[in-house]
């Protein structure tokens, strides 16, 4: 006579359950109301952890719980005027990263603060001084209970708005300078000699690369799979991309081994022939997907020389996806070209 009522009851208990377990973020932003000078433009991002359960968030460089300065502000101002973005590009696996540990544990209701110096991601010269809004990528992953990745958006976009007076760029100066052999900086004699092989087998992608585009005269597996529908325009875009990198001595760049987070490695992409390593990038196979050897691919393209690829998918399942649906994006993405070099599983 009560299973019905009961039966009801237990449904309704375990739906109560599953959404109060539902992961739930939240982002504020807080900074100066004017800063005079760029150099004196840091946002403080504080992330919180609403929901009723502890939460591993990845410290991904995309999002604002990394100082990393990768383009995670939409800044704009009255007239849509924005800043250039002269910040890093980054080769990131989110798969890697939490395999790695590389994440921020919070309980509910803990926070955690970042501070972010704008200064070393955005120009202010062209567009100007004035008022900006600030208004930051609400987005963040998590690693589920199953170690699965999955995407929690913040509960509400944070916008801030700041007047910027006074110097609106910060030189860099640490411009590396070309040699007849590479230059290592914090690299061990072990990473230098894993690094040395690793160049030498990205030479040889990036010379097999142009070899076979420049003989491609229509669409093949290989191409399609990761460049999408053949056209002569696209196929001529990848081809100069492949052309440039080709031409690079890799053998003449300089490595710098400092970086300790769970992401690839990351370029500036205006400092030609600089490539900072991290993490991942030390657990990766010489050759084969994502390697070692495709990461140097893969950086090479960012370089503004070179072409200067976006990071628009990460994966082979997203580096895939982009070029069945949108071969003009797949064409720009650096994953879908290192894909391309390291022809892993083999297409003709």
Not at 90 to 113: C, D, M, Q
Not at 146 to 173: C, F, I, K, Q
Not at 224 to 231: I, P, R
């Amino acid at each position: 006579m009560f299973s019905a009522p009961r039966t009801l009851l237990a449904a309704l208990v375990l739906a109560a359950v599953s959404v109060s377990a539902d992961p739930s973020l939240s982002l504020k932003l807080s900074g100066p109301k004017s800063a005079a000078g760029v150099e004196n433009l840091r946002v403080v991002a504080t992330i919180t952890n609403t929901g009723s359960e502890t939460v591993k968030v990845l410290n991904d460089p995309r999002t604002l719980l990394s100082k990393r300065p990768v383009n995670k502000f939409s800044i704009t101002d009255g007239v849509g005027r924005r800043p250039a973005f002269t910040g890093i590009k980054v080769k990131y696996s989110p798969e890697a990263a939490a395999k790695l540990g590389g994440y921020t544990v919070l309980a509910p209701g803990a926070s955690v603060s970042v501070t972010h110096d704008l200064s070393e991601g955005y120009n202010f010269t062209t567009s100007g001084a004035g008022a900006y809004d600030f208004e930051a990528d609400n987005t963040f992953y998590i690693v589920k209970d199953n170690n699965e990745v999955g995407v929690v958006y913040a509960e509400e976009p944070a916008v801030l708005t700041t007047s910027v007076t006074g110097n609106l760029a910060v030189a860099r100066r640490d411009e590396p300078s070309l040699s007849k052999r590479a230059t290592f900086n914090g690299c061990s004699s072990s990473r230098q000699t894993i690094l040395n092989t690793a160049i030498a087998s990205a030479e040889t992608y990036a010379s097999e690369s142009y070899k076979y585009l420049s003989s491609l005269s229509s669409g093949t597996t290989r191409y399609t799979t990761w460049f999408g529908a053949y056209t002569s325009s696209r196929k001529s875009t990848v081809t100069s991309h492949f052309q440039k990198i080709d031409a690079n001595n890799f053998s003449t760049f300089t490595y710098d081994c400092t970086c300790t987070d769970s992401a690839y490695a990351y370029v500036y992409p205006s400092t030609f022939g600089k490539i900072y390593l991290c993490n991942a990038f030390w657990n990766a196979p010489n050759t084969g997907t994502d390697s070692r050897a495709g990461t140097i691919i893969h950086e090479a393209s960012h370089f503004t020389a070179n072409g200067g690829t976006d990071d628009l998918g990460y994966g082979q399942t997203n580096a895939k996806n982009l070029a069945k649906n949108n071969p003009s994006s797949a064409i720009m993405n650096a994953d879908n070209h290192e894909y391309f070099a390291e022809n892993n599983p083999k297409l003709a």
